[in-house]
């Protein structure tokens, strides 16, 4: 009787057993735990874009002290990140961008390297002391960042293994698995390594940073990475009319409820009635939009070469493949450009004398918030003598750019 008895007790608890590993305490249906995944995901990414990217590495704006305890908690539950190493490694990138410092670069390290081992690259740099002095400074020191936070890196995601598993069962810990390699793979890989190899680009700036896609929502806005490097103190990333950055509106909702505080966002270009005469605040507005100004150039130059390529042609001078490059390299950053590149695009422009001044006065140009050594009232003269040669180059597409010049405000 006694051995039958517990045979029942043993039975059942084993049917309980395998019930709670098949179905957890919350017996959830397949779609309701893939929904539940996409969630705690996007909160992760939130946590990343808003609180690690905007806050704490470039200081773009100041969160309450609410949603910047959950995002320290909820990043130590879901990645166990430390605060001031991803800063630092953050920040680090941005100072070295492109060259063999920066930790994690497609164009010194390759593709593959940094999409497929992005992780494994921020573990290294991240143990580097150096860079942990040099760039890691103004991140959370208290209590819970030293003991837990830090001092337990590894304890949150052992935590959220017991949390998934408690709700899910067994597929808790594929749950679980996917949370874990979500950051590696969008942050690490894909903005790392695709954001600086493959996409579009609203501004040349200084590196080979791209917007990977206009709508920011799966990696929380961070898809919009070329805006970013060109804008990197801004908290808002979207820039174009076209661009969605989901991570600001959550930005804008708390700032809204008193939880957050935006302390810089990238300038808007403003215009006013064309001025005859460039004075102190054109040449100020010029500078302060000076990414917009070259973006314009840039759309301007493409409207002077449609207008000349037939002639090019006609020549028969040029293979179109040599044109196709020839293109590419008159729309990009002069200082840019390789040898082999100037060679080529000089090739060219002796064939195109519109082009050829669209070019020398695109260098022209950027040289005017170059020159550190200049008086302002010498830069005004300048930026005056340039309208007034681009107006009487008899290129349309340089007056009509050059008049649009004089009304930013």
């Not at 680090?92 to 593709?111: F, L, N, Q, W, Y």
């Not at 679980?176 to 700036?205: E, F, L």
């Amino acid at each position: 009787m006694i051995n039958y008895g517990a045979h029942v007790i043993l039975s059942t608890f084993i049917d309980i057993a395998i019930d709670f590993l098949s179905n957890g305490i919350t017996r959830a249906t397949g779609w309701q735990v893939f929904i539940f995944t996409m969630v705690v995901t996007h909160i992760t990414i939130a946590s990343v874009t808003i609180f690690l990217h905007r806050c704490q590495a470039h200081r773009a704006l100041e969160l309450h002290a609410i949603p910047s305890h959950f995002f320290r908690f909820w990043l130590w539950l879901t990645t166990g990140q430390v605060t001031k190493e991803w800063a630092a490694v953050h920040r680090k990138h941005h100072a070295k961008c492109e060259t063999v410092d920066d930790p994690h670069s497609p164009v010194t390290r390759g593709i593959k390297k940094v999409l497929f081992e992005g992780a494994e690259l921020y573990r290294i740099e991240s143990k580097n002391l150096e860079t942990i002095q040099k760039y890691g400074h103004g991140t959370p020191d208290d209590w819970m960042e030293k003991n837990v936070y830090t001092g337990f890196s590894w304890a949150g995601m052992i935590l959220m293994l017991f949390i998934d598993v408690l709700l899910f069962g067994v597929i808790g810990v594929t749950v679980w698995a996917v949370q874990m390699m979500w950051i590696p793979v969008t942050a690490a890989g894909i903005i790392n390594g695709i954001g600086h190899y493959w996409g579009y680009r609203n501004y040349d700036c200084v590196d080979a940073s791209t917007n990977i896609l206009p709508i920011g929502i799966l990696i929380g806005g961070e898809e919009l990475h070329n805006n970013h490097h060109t804008f990197g103190t801004s908290a808002k990333l979207s820039s174009k009319w076209y661009e969605f950055d989901i991570g600001w509106m959550y930005i804008r909702c708390m700032e809204i409820i008193g939880l957050a505080k935006v302390r810089k966002v990238a300038p808007e270009p403003k215009f006013a009635e064309i001025k005859t005469v460039i004075d102190m605040d054109t040449l100020q507005a010029v500078i302060t939009n000076r990414y917009d100004v070259m973006a314009k150039y840039t759309k301007s130059l493409g409207k002077a070469w449609r207008s000349e390529i037939a002639q090019l042609r006609e020549k028969k001078q040029f293979e179109d493949g040599f044109l196709k490059l020839a293109k590419k390299y008159l729309q990009r950053e002069p200082s840019k450009l390789e040898a082999p590149q100037k060679q080529q695009l000089s090739e060219l422009l002796a064939h195109s004398a519109a082009l050829k001044t669209m070019h020398d006065m695109r260098v022209e140009l950027g040289l005017i918030w170059e020159r550190s050594t200049v008086s302002r009232e010498q830069l005004v003269q300048q930026l005056q003598d340039w309208c007034v040669r681009a107006e009487a180059s008899g290129i349309q597409t340089l007056h009509d750019f050059s008049r649009r010049l004089r009304t930013y405000a």
